[in-house]
């Protein structure tokens, strides 16, 4: 402590939750809502949770509540394949291409008697998002539609990236020569899903902030991406189908 | 942006890069190094990599880079079940109980003719820092020692946890009241995974930064924690091993 140096804040990271947009409905426009909260800066990744992205784009469907069979036929009209079923948990590819619980039919956060559903394309959707801010802003900005994911061996969920725009999803270190000045043999790194826990953190499910402001990632990731080409693994690669 | 108010700067996380560790030997005090580089605030969560928690405890062993069975009989041997192979790629249940590719056995940023093999428990490693760092600095701090996994339905690898301490691993939101104000069914959020990606995007495989702070976290999240304990599922709800 005596004397010692601050961390590398130049390197910093900051993740802003943006609260206070309101119950979305039907048509909203959230890049102007979201412009309207934050004061944006060029290069900031905006991410932003499915459950808005769903209820503004009307993904949102009647589901008695109380009918777990009615869930099941919803989940899998959102599925191209069930991978497995233990009670009422269905882990089934989505329509989409997304592996995960429940086709991401989700029930929490929405009026009784209705579920939403996921974007029929989270990547336009996040493209939408970021035209709408820059419009609004004059700012140019990365977007990250966001959803909740378990995962196969590891208990608790994670945020993970169901669609960007102006964000690699993945980011090639291969042949970066690490710290030995050796080439890596194979580095990856899913970047849009790592920016998508760092926004869940700030966030919280019962805290109703559904958007934040990652601030301060590396410029070189901010290109053309898309989770739909980039994340999501050929079933031909998949040893898990 | 015209008189947009900022996002909500009391509730921000930020994650702080800590370079200039410089190379980790067998016996280094990763507490003391981390201390002389960073002044810590309590309620910080200092993210440390797998690879120089290794290399400290001297879970370092000689391997021939060049010679792949070599390769493969030391990710059995850390091994109790494999899983699935194609190729040099071996998914297999460590003895720790992670599921992961080659059992944690890691040849990169190690010098050549060795490779780094998983703590023999990163709870503890994650204790002894935790301690070391209050010793040292006279703050109370959470640890979390990340290692770098891949996923079985989405390219690209992330940072997750595999020990704490000072942290829950998993904070359980069943029963919060959602913004509905409904009970929240099932949301077990992962929060070290989230804590470890979240510090990855300021590592970086190739800029040998293996320590971040997290500043900023829910204080309810800070106590007793474990990775092993919390995150591991036990083989009976495995539905994919």
Redesign the interface.
Known sequence: ?NG??????D?????????GLGEIARGDDLARLI??????LDGDVVVVTQKIVSKAEGCVVPLDHEDPAARARLIESQSVRV??R?GDLI?SETRHG??CANAGVD??????GWATVLPDDSDRSARRIRDGLRA????QVAVIVSD?FG??????????AIGCAGIA???D?RG?????G?D??A?????A???A??A???M??????PV???RG??PAWLRRGSVSE????PPAE????
Do not use: H, Y
């Open positions: 402590m010692a140096p601050g961390p590398g804040e390197a910093a990271l900051s993740v802003l939750p943006v609260p412009a309207a909260r934050v004061a944006l991978l497995r233990r882990i997304f592996v029930l929490s956060n929405v009026a009784d609004a802003t004059g700012r909740t995962r196969a061996w590891r208990k608790g969920v994670v945020d993970v999803a993945v980011v270190l970066t020569p690490d710290a030995m050796r890596l043999q580095t990856e790194v899913c970047v899903d790592e920016i826990s760092a869940e953190l700030v919280g499910k019962a805290r109703a902030v934040a402001v990652v990632v590396d980039e994340i999501l693994r998949d040893l898990f189908r």
